[in-house]
């Protein structure tokens, strides 16, 4: 059914509602374009509600939008040739998206987190997937400087302890996408006990950024073939970076005195 999608959608044009007629040519005139939305983006563009959408692709027999994306992407599914410019190819594209981060990121927003982090009584990190990884990078790095962390890939886990937070504490949601429903769904959790949150997503009009405070973008666009893709990876590891440098800065003797702590205590395991 996956690469019969856009047949699909015309065997089905005679059963859609009038709103649904909307999304349907829509869809067909921006396929290229969908695949890289979010379904917050979709319902925006069109004034639609997420909801309609939703139903439009279960009529079509996909639980939700982002299973019928897939089979839409399916379309589009690039194919690799190996060549001669393979290295320059990728390195010219890595070095485009740090300099595409750098352009989207404000100053304003890049010292309101870190004054957050700074003050928090205790920073939750979320992340899942691919952006777990990038959440656990950012865990070990703030923990380094004396950041008091909490961070799990058990999502669970990770809950049940930010269930225990207050106030006082602080967020760092990870997620791409703006979607990822486990990281939207303990971010709304965190809005709930007064916690302010820091969102680093791709996506300005996303379901996180809704609970956000203050949004910092990683603008690179995936295809659901492309999720985890290392450009996004990238992109995120920079702001981690960037945040972790001005940390440095504001911490000072707090941060250099943690990060010799934290290195003696491994010391003895390096030959």
Request: charge should be positive; include cysteine; proline fraction near 2%.
């Amino acid at each position: 059914m996956a690469k019969d999608v856009l047949t699909l959608i015309k065997m089905n044009e005679r059963s859609f509602t009038k709103t649904e007629k909307k999304i349907m040519n829509y869809i067909l005139k921006n396929t290229d374009k969908v695949i890289y939305m979010t379904i917050t983006e979709l319902s925006d563009e069109l004034k639609i509600g997420e909801g309609t959408i939703v139903r439009f692709c279960q009529k079509l027999g996909f639980s939700g939008f982002h299973p019928f994306k897939i089979a839409l992407a399916e379309c589009f599914k690039p194919q690799f040739e190996y060549g001669s410019d393979l290295i320059s190819k990728c390195t010219n594209a890595n070095i485009e998206i740090i300099r595409k981060t750098a352009e989207f990121l404000d100053k304003r927003s890049i010292d309101q987190a870190i004054n957050i982090i700074t003050k928090t009584n205790k920073l939750f990190i979320l992340g899942v997937g691919a952006s777990g990884i990038t959440a656990q990078d950012a865990f070990y790095k703030f923990m380094r400087i004396g950041i008091n962390c909490v961070y799990s890939p058990d999502v669970h886990l990770l809950s049940m302890q930010l269930s225990l937070g207050t106030c006082e504490d602080s967020v760092l949601a990870i997620s791409q996408s703006g979607s990822t429903s486990s990281v939207v769904d303990m971010a709304r959790m965190a809005k709930e006990k007064n916690m302010k949150v820091i969102a680093l997503t791709g996506y300005l009009k996303s379901p996180l950024t809704q609970f956000a405070d203050i949004v910092l973008l990683t603008p690179t666009r995936e295809t659901p073939f492309q999720s985890g893709a290392i450009r996004s990876k990238i992109a995120q590891l920079h702001v981690i970076e960037i945040l972790f440098e001005g940390l440095c800065i504001k911490l000072r003797e707090k941060a250099e005195k943690s990060i010799r702590i934290t290195a003696d205590s491994v010391s003895k395991w390096i030959y």
